[in-house]
């Protein structure tokens, strides 16, 4: 079993900036993915960035690439997300998810461990 706890979500006003951190403990694998996921109210939840952990791999949605960063402390198995240049439709609940290698990236539905999520409000 894999526990994740999310943290740093927050209001801001638009270009302001948060950092999320989501610390993972318990049964860790060696190799799998630790992403970011958000769903705003009505909408379906959408992959915003992931980590492989094992090798630093990083994939990011076309809609934040460029504004938002993924890195990842190995000897703490904590992943943040540094997101920058914030918008007004990044406004919404942010998930922590672990997932095995074979999970598409930025696609929620394999990924099997989550955590409880944390706001993030950007204001125009």
């Known amino acids: 079993q894999v526990q994740l706890v999310e943290s740093g979500g927050g209001s801001v006003q638009a270009g302001g900036t948060l950092r999320l951190s989501c610390a993972a403990s318990?049964?860790?694998?060696?190799?799998?993915?630790l992403g970011w996921f958000r769903q705003a109210p009505g909408k379906q939840r959408e992959g915003v960035a992931t980590?492989?952990?094992?090798?630093?791999?990083?994939i990011y949605a076309d809609a934040v690439k460029g504004r938002f960063t993924i890195s990842r402390d190995n000897g703490q198995n904590t992943v943040y997300l540094q997101m920058n240049s914030l918008k007004p439709e990044d406004t919404a609940m942010y998930f922590c998810?672990?997932?095995?290698?074979?999970?598409?990236?930025?696609?929620?539905?394999?990924?099997?461990?989550w955590g409880q999520g944390t706001q993030v409000t950007v204001s125009s």
């Open positions: 998810a672990a997932g095995p290698p074979g999970v598409i990236p930025l696609r929620p539905d394999k990924y099997n461990f």
């Open positions: 318990g049964d860790m694998p060696n190799r799998f993915w």
């Open positions: 980590i492989y952990i094992y090798s630093g791999t990083t």
